[in-house]
Structure formats: C-alpha cells, structure tokens
C-alpha cells in the first residue's frame, strides 16, 4: 500500500512535534549557541578588529548560557538563584518564543 508525500509529512510532523523532542531540540539549539562561543574564542585575534568578535563570543555564551537556564527552568519547579536571574534580566529565556528568537 502505498502512501501520499503529505501522509508521510504529516506522520513526521506529528512525530516531531512531541514534547520530549522540541526540548532536546532547544536544549540542542542552547548548547550550539555556547559551544559556537568557546569556538570563537579559538578563533579570535586580538586587534582592533576583535572588539566586535569579542562583543559577539560575549551575546553567544550569555545569550546560551539564559537560553539553558530557560530550558532547564522549564523542566523543574524548583526555583534557584540562577532562574530568578534570568527572570529578573533576561525573561526572554523564559518563553519558548523568546528562546526561538535568540536562536535564530
């Protein structure tokens, strides 16, 4: 029996839509966003053409390191000093939409 492209679409959609693979896939997209940081530390040349790579390894980690807090935040109840941080300066974290905005 043969099936639609469309059929076979939507079966993948619907399985890649479940909740345990959109968290490893923004758990994925946080911890790519750190490790392309410590890459640019690798890369980085200290001129005065580095402040710009180094204002951008600086928006990477923060913007990483959040992004990993908001996920983990949004796995567990219990509240640390580290979520209350990015609630309080970084609530974008915090809202999947806002993760997706920092990854793209």
């Known amino acids: 029996m043969a099936t639609s ?9 619907n399985t890649i839509a479940q909740p345990k693979y959109l968290r ?10 750190v490790a392309l940081a410590c ?15 180094v204002s951008q390894i600086l928006l990477l980690l923060v913007g ?15 509240l640390a000093w580290q979520e209350e941080f990015v609630r ?3 609530g974008f974290a915090l809202v999947p939409v806002g993760r997706a905005a920092a990854y793209g």
């Open 5 to 13: 492209p469309e059929g076979v679409f939507i079966s993948f959609v």
């Open 39 to 53: 890459l640019s530390v690798l890369d980085l040349q200290l001129s005065l053409r580095g402040l710009p790579c």
């Open 64 to 78: 990483g390191l959040a992004c990993l807090q908001g996920q983990r935040s949004e796995q567990s109840q219990q």
């Open 88 to 90: 309080e300066h970084m």
């Open 24 to 33: 490893l896939a923004g758990t994925a997209g946080a911890a790519s966003m």
